[in-house]
């Protein structure tokens, strides 16, 4: 910038004649043909979309229409041949409750998300504050959800192995470590559930931290000056405002609970009744080869949880927040 | 103007689904012969296992090379795939499988035909091979073993001969009672299941089939069995051993945190008793014995606990099939490659495999066997795919782990119910499966 300025010509309200005689000569031609109405300039934006858009084409809604048209066949997933059968899975898959009784473990992860949410909201408060090493337990919350769930679910096969990890700290509390975390579906189910909540946690509570620092410092300083508590910030200033994100959350525990899949499956593969919904379609399509089965699966999953989410949104509408 | 972009985005997603659904052209039915000159056969072929550690520590290389020497103008290379099973049924799809592969467990019998060209008749094949009923569709074979396995318990001698006992059981009643006494004078583990990886509750125990009964179409009768766990059958034999096994607490204490890897150097050690597996298996537990300062000598392998005619029989089954792709463009030099590699490779021997040559001897790891006049019957597979079908529809899966990690918790308390109403239970799911699948 600065070397165009110091060799361009000292300013000067003429323009420079030849430029000057292009504009009037374009002036002249009448009623500008403005560059706005080139053809071009309108396929422009969508040339930019161009890649976004094929992107999204092939590896979203093609694989999806793709499912949805398995689920009217009987495809085994490997054979040329497929037979459309209509509507059969779909009969068979509401025909046959115990497909749904999978639901049952849903609730595990469903109880651990409220835990996850509340102890995400509490530490996303706390941390808002000015507080010694913020930074640092920032880190340490975020953590584990950075960890590949693969490796989680690994890690904690061995935390909770008979004599592992978790035995030998409670004996060391004296706690006589004999029980078989995942052993009995109760336990295998409380355990699996309380892996999630360490490893989602730390989402939560970035998604609570972020909201939480959106809010305009005044309003802490005003509610100071009126002699409001930390309890009352967070009643009336806070909460109020993550108010949408703390539905968005609730409504991804949800969804979440009922598609449950990596942890369940690295660490117990659905034994000892801990087979969610995910699980199970798994298995129909991969064990059972019966892809179309499978398929219908997965497309009713997709629906129940578009329908809680409608159901939600209704409940609990998204009103505007104003503080100010 | 708004709804533009979806329509489009439906439009051109409806193109690409009916394109991606019209798959290739149909496959040539041509035989793939074993070229009759050497030198004349060319190409390069590639070759899919599911074997990375060979193909990583360059044995595989060195077969090729061997290869090579005969049938100089063949470039043979591998692939190596650790989800061999998964990444291969996608890949099926498709025409690119590679030119020689292992038949995947899930493409079902009657669509070889499909995939793989034929080898021959299976008359003529079933002389010179073992195994030829596992691939034999239309009376032609289409899949070569890659090797045979028997069936049976490694144990470990040492540990057992400490317990006092030194000979085989013969009745699951003795076995059981063994395993009481190796528990309590050694305080080992006496059986092992391995119930987290699963695998080894899937297919060692339902190759037992066949063992009991002694009779080579024992998994051919589940085809038209209306109730295959009814008293006294093979089924019922295998599955109440492993019941009665855990429910006398003879097996390892948290049976869902195991780990394979673990349990060959514990089995070294003598810190478990014994597992079903498969006579593959018996290298295995030498060389972790060896890196574990044991004697490999000390790892028994002994035959399912049931005698008929007061002799011992264990099941022979095939391994993986090598077959050749029926896209491939180098069919004689992919079938050289299989021949050469299930004949003169020697690839089954050092696997301790059964060879599929007939004209072999059976290997080492079966001299145990073989002294003790123990009967290999060579499972017939000829229904093979009837009995996958009703297994599939009744969504038991006698080659899955799922459901014997189910008989397993009940047997140790974990989950409602006993043995006999799960035995009726699974039989009434066979039964109604087999009826939709006969309607």
Known sequence: MTHTTSTAPPASHEPPPAAAARRRTKRRTGPARSWRDHPLRRITPWLFLLAPLALLVTFTYVPVANMIYYSFTDWDGVSPDRNFTGVENYTQLFTRPELFRVFFVSFYYLAASAVQIVIALYFATVLSFDLRFRNLFKGILFFPYLINGVAIGFVFLYFFQDGGTLDSILSWFGVGGDHAWLGDPESANTSLAGVSVWRFTGLNFVLFLGAIQSIPGELYEAAQLDGAGRWQQFRHIIAPSIKPVLSLSVILAISGSLAVFEIPYIMTGGATDTSTFVIQTVKLAFQFNKTGLASASAVVLLLIILLVTWIQRRIVPDDKVDLV | ?439
């Open chain 2, 1 to 439: 103007m708004r709804r533009k972009p979806l329509s489009a985005a439906l439009l051109a997603t409806a193109l690409l689904t009916v394109a991606g659904c019209s798959g290739g052209g149909a496959p040539s039915t041509e035989t793939a012969t074993a070229p009759s000159d050497a030198d004349k056969v060319s190409g390069s072929i590639k070759v899919l296992t599911n074997r990375t550690d060979l193909v990583q520590d360059g044995t595989m290389k060195k077969y090729a090379a061997a290869f090579n020497k005969i049938y100089p103008k063949v470039k043979v290379s591998f692939e190596g795939i650790t989800d061999y099973e998964g990444e291969v049924k996608i890949r099926m799809n498709t025409e690119n499988y590679g030119d020689v592969l292992l038949i995947p467990g899930v493409i079902a019998k009657g669509d070889y035909p499909k995939f793989f060209a034929p080898l021959g008749s299976t008359g003529s094949m079933k002389k010179k091979y073992r195994f030829t009923g596992k691939t034999d569709v239309g009376g032609k074979t289409y899949g070569i073993a890659n090797f045979g396995t028997a069936n049976g318990f490694v144990y470990n001698k040492a540990l057992w001969k400490k317990a006092g006992i030194t000979d085989w059981p013969t009745t699951p009643a003795q076995f059981l009672d063994d395993l009481k006494t190796v528990k309590d004078k050694t305080g080992a583990t006496p059986y092992y299941t391995n119930f987290k990886d699963g695998w080894t509750l899937a297919g060692p125990w339902t190759n037992s089939v066949g063992s009991p009964s002694c009779d080579a179409r024992a998994w051919d009768a589940l085809a038209a069995a209306d109730k295959p766990w009814a008293e006294g059958g093979d089924l019922d034999v295998v599955d109440t051993l492993l019941h009665d096994v855990v429910r006398g607490k003879l097996s390892e204490k948290d049976p869902t945190t195991t780990n394979w890897e673990s349990s060959k150097t514990q089995l070294a050690k003598g810190q478990i008793g014994s597992m079903l597996l498969g006579s593959w298996a018996i290298n295995q537990m030498r060389d972790a014995a060896k890196k574990a300062g044991e004697k490999p000598d000390d790892i028994g392998f002994m035959p399912f606990p049931v005698q008929k005619n007061g002799q011992f029989c264990a099941t022979m089954v095939s391994d993986y099939q090598l077959a050749v792709n029926a896209h491939s463009e180098h069919k004689s030099a992919a079938r050289a490659w299989l021949d050469w590699f299930t004949e003169k490779s020697g690839f089954a021997a050092k696997e301790g495999g059964i060879s599929a040559l007939k004209a072999d001897k059976l290997p080492e790891v079966l001299k145990p066997y073989e002294d003790n006049d123990v009967k290999l019957v060579e499972r017939s597979e000829a229904k093979t795919e009837d009995v996958n079908a009703i297994d599939d529809a009744a969504e038991i899966g006698l080659s899955k782990q799922d459901y014997r990690q189910k008989l397993i918790d009940i047997a140790r308390g974990a989950q409602d119910g006993d043995l006999q109403g799960y035995f009726d239970d699974l039989n009434k799911r066979w039964a109604d499966a087999a009826a939709a699948a006969g309607s």
